[in-house]
Nanobody, 116 residues
Framework: QAQLVESGGGLVQPGGSLRLSCAVS????????WGWYRQTPGKQRELVAS???????RTADSVKGRFTVSRDNAKNTVYLQMNSLKPEDTARYFC??????????WGQGTQVTVSS
């Protein structure tokens, strides 16, 4: 059954770090580009980082130089390393394929709260 399970969120002080994980259950993980998205109440989900099947990465300007996306094809897992966190990074973070339409049903996400 296709499923996404995000984990690793929590409460962190400004300047701190977190590493998010996205465990993917389903077929063809290796061939898809994957993205990390975030959403705050009342706003649309936005793409913050993505990684292609070949390992090329992109990050949004708002997180450039602070967030790094990676993938482990052997473990069907996508990661988001978040450093130098800011209060404006507070959001619920989700992963899914980075395509015109997501391939998987959205997971529950993982909440990241940056606050002193």
């Amino acid at each position: 059954q296709a499923q996404l399970v995000e984990s690793g969120g929590g409460l962190v002080q400004p300047g701190g770090s977190l590493r998010l994980s996205c465990a993917v259950s389903g077929s063809f993980f290796n061939i898809y580009p994957w993205g990390w998205y975030r959403q705050t109440p009342g706003k649309q989900r936005e793409l913050v980082a993505s990684i292609t099947s070949g390992g090329n990465t992109r990050t949004a300007d708002s997180v450039k130089g602070r967030f790094t996306v990676s993938r482990d094809n052997a473990k069907n897992t996508v990661y988001l390393q978040m450093n130098s966190l800011k209060p404006e990074d507070t959001a619920r973070y989700f992963c899914n394929t980075e395509l015109s339409r997501p391939v998987y049903p959205w997971g529950q996400g993982t909440q990241v709260t940056v606050s002193s």
